[in-house]
T-cell receptor
Framework: NAGVTQTPKFRILKIGQSMTLQCTQDMNHNYMYWYRQDPGMGLKLIYYSVGAGITDKGEVPNGYNVSRSTTEDFPLRLELAAPSQTSVYFC????????????????FGEGSRLTVL | GQQVMQIPQYQHVQEGEDFTTYCNSSTTLSNIQWYKQRPGGHPVFLIQLVKSGEVKKQKRLTFQFGEAKKNSSLHITATQTTDVGTYFCAGRGGATNKLIFGTGTLLAVQP
């Protein structure tokens, strides 16, 4: 059971380059999230999706874009990379609420470590 | 916007000592979750608390949700070296009802 899979695990970008972080989950979860974690800090929500075709901004969306064309995939696009985007990026998913709304654990991928030089 | 703070930021204990981390939200929460992240790893879900005043135990770990649903705590009894890592609380509440992670507490356990 793969769970949440992120690629690549590591990447070095030059300032101004663009790239896409891939995230796929095989648990048929409707909810998917992208977080970034700076060294020694907590997780900040970048974007999230409540289902295919629906995305919304989180706390720190500037400089990023997302799409959700399928239930399984939730790629994160970085346009014009900047040093401030150096971070570890985590994708997560959770299943649709069953009994109590807005509950349920997040399942995280192993992370993508991005350095922008 | 909603903020979730944790104290302490860092705690160093001798193996066998107890450990507690506290989580405080600027807004009332509908529920709170706790996650553990080992060094170099990803966050792993520990537990969720929903009811006011709720207390849950997992072996040596005790989780509490405050009566006002604005704070929570995690207590570890008799720490072991396997408890090393960063413990995050994550609260859902406020106008957006998004899950907001706390700043985390890094626990170091000396054998």
């Amino acid at each position: 059971n793969a769970g949440v899979t992120q690629t690549p695990k590591f990447r070095i970008l030059k300032i101004g380059q663009s790239m896409t972080l891939q995230c796929t989950q095989d648990m048929n979860h409707n909810y998917m999230y992208w977080y970034r974690q700076d060294p020694g800090m907590g997780l900040k929500l970048i974007y999230y999706s409540v289902g295919a075709g629906i995305t919304d901004k989180g706390e720190v969306p500037n400089g990023y874009n997302v799409s959700r064309s399928t239930t399984e995939d939730f790629p994160l696009r970085l346009e014009l990379a900047a040093p401030s985007q150096t971070s570890v990026y985590f994708c997560a998913s959770r299943e649709t609420d069953r009994v109590i709304p807005n509950t349920g654990e997040l399942f995280f991928g192993e992370g993508s470590r991005l350095t922008v030089l | 916007g909603q903020q979730v703070m944790q104290i302490p930021q860092y705690q160093h204990v001798q193996e066998g000592e107890d450990f507690t981390t506290y989580c405080n939200s600027s807004t009332t929460l509908s529920n709170i979750q706790w996650y553990k992240q080992r060094p170099g790893g990803h966050p792993v879900f520990l537990i969720q608390l929903v009811k006011s005043g709720e207390v849950k135990k997992q072996k040596r770990l005790t989780f509490q949700f405050g009566e006002a649903k604005k704070n929570s705590s995690l207590h570890i009894t008799a720490t072991q070296t396997t408890d090393v890592g960063t413990y995050f609380c994550a609260g859902r509440g406020g106008a957006t009802n998004k899950l907001i992670f706390g700043t985390g507490t890094l626990l170091a356990v000396q054998p």
